[in-house]
């Protein structure tokens, strides 16, 4: 949905402390000339490590964090939770 729509999609990671592992986004797209990370998860998530981590590292250059999930639309501690089928509306 996001490529038909015409964004350009990126991956990103961020090497973790201990060196062996990394942080992934699975997404990042531009708005208005700042970065927004998206994280997919599935029903069974519970916790959004890596949007996190990435967001505190590049601040400045971010506007929002989005998770496209499958549960229902909310907002919450600065985060979109954002329902799979209303992906096509970023």
């Known amino acids: 949905m996001l490529k038909a729509s015409g964004k350009e999609l990126y991956y990103h990671t961020i090497k973790k402390d201990d060196g062996k592992s990394y942080y992934e986004i699975d997404f990042v797209i531009t708005r208005n000339n700042k ?4 994280e997919i998860k599935s029903s069974g998530y519970k916790t959004h490590t890596s949007i996190d981590r990435f967001c505190q590292k590049f601040s400045s250059r971010t506007s929002e964090k989005i998770i496209i999930y499958t549960k229902d639309l909310k907002e919450e501690d600065g985060t979109l939770f ?3 089928y209303m992906t096509m509306f970023l």
């Open 35 to 38: 970065l927004v990370p998206l």
């Open 82 to 84: 954002l329902p799979v």
